[in-house]
């Protein structure tokens, strides 16, 4: 007997839930391109897109996903041969630092492992021996979405404004925005990258580049930049379609202007204490699970975890094994371990976007019941101290 009949719940770090008023806003014939309401819409979204990011910066919106913004970021600020810094926490920032090497960037790889959050004393101390200044950028990843670490954003900040070095610092709040508190402005970030497809609660399709005065001076000293990468025709255009350079992603503005305004009708603090919440029950279970048997923590310290994503280790097949029965049998995906093998045994829960209290427990008990059905040994208790989270909420 399969118990997946029913609404399928997609518990992955992205694409997350997207929820109904979203849908339904997309759901329309094409509006009118060359005039009207679109217009009015689209230039609606901007201070909106600000207020998430806590900044008076500029953004500028892109067609494509997070590899996308990742690529526009870099060709804004830097040129073939330049230098960039990368703090290795996990995948993604790999994944960017991929990026920039094939963009003809010299990439410096600084490892800080996949279960550990990256050290700013020593991102400074590279930077010190730097002294030439020939690091244009250092490209952190806010949350890293495979190991499920978040670093410290403020703190690296700090620790490069004390060297005096003046690289850029440009981040990936892809999996973070609107899930984790981020602060663009107090925590003085030049560039940061997003997509609508994690905190946003919109389809995969439309990406942000977000940046300061201080990254529009670097992007003014390039000798060129692609006419469609360009950030400045996007945020300063002389006619409707330069903002997306061509036609408007009609239907993703829609659906993002519904996620905005739930996001504005609930509050940018509340989202991230909602978050904060729905991630401490999500640990309380596992810390439980994990006192007996395979499963553990991949992040240990709770102050590096991330609010919308846990990455579980579950040697050495057990993640495997869970994946597969929670989804045919319950109806709910896990991720899985991004950048391991299946049999590595890792995967992931997300807990991103439009999640509330009983989407999460749900998937709590939907995990308990595949520990059972599987045999797979574990720590008593874990459904109910996620409970005494959310009923202290
Ligand atoms: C999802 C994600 C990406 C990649 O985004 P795509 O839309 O899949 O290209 C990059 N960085 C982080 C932190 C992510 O979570």
Known sequence: MSLSHGRPYLAIPGPSVVPDEVLRAMHMASPNIYRGALHDLTHSLLPDLKWVARTESEVAIYIGNGHTVWEAALLNTCAPGDRVLVPDTGQFCRGWAEMAAGLGLQVDLLPFGDEAPLDPAQVAETLRQDNTHAIKAVLAVHVDTATGVRNDIAALRRAIAETGHPALLMVDCIASL????????????????????????????????????????????????????????????????????????????????????????????????????????????????????????????????????????????????????????????????????????????????????????????????????????????????????????
């Open 178 to 393: 609107g899930c984790d508190r981020f602060e663009m402005d107090a925590w003085g970030v030049d560039v940061m990258v997003a997509a609508c497809q994690k905190g946003l609660m919109t389809p995969a399709g439309v990406g942000f580049v977000y940046f300061n005065a201080r990254a529009d001076a670097a992007r003014g000293q390039l000798p060129r930049v692609s006419h469609h990468q360009d950030w400045r025709p996007r945020v300063a255009p002389d006619g409707y379609w330069r903002l997306f350079n061509g036609t408007a992603p009609t239907h993703h503005l829609h659906g993002l202007r519904a996620a905005l305004d739930m996001m504005r009708a609930e509050g940018i603090e509340e989202i991230w204490a909602r978050h904060a919440k729905l991630a401490q029950a999500v640990w309380a279970a596992l810390e439980a699970w994990s006192t007996q048997g395979p499963l553990r923590l991949n992040i240990a310290n709770r102050h590096e975890r991330s609010h919308a994503i846990t990455s579980v280790v579950a040697l050495p097949d057990a993640g495997l094994r869970i994946q597969n029965w929670t989804e045919t049998n319950a109806g709910v995906t896990l991720g899985i371990g991004l950048g391991r093998t299946p049999e590595e045994g890792y995967f992931r829960i997300g807990h991103m976007g439009h999640v509330n209290a009983h989407m999460v427990l749900g998937v709590l008990g939907v995990i308990e019941a595949a520990l059972l059905a599987e045999q797979i040994s574990h720590g008593p208790g874990a459904l109910s101290a996620a409970a005494q989270v959310i009923s202290t909420a």
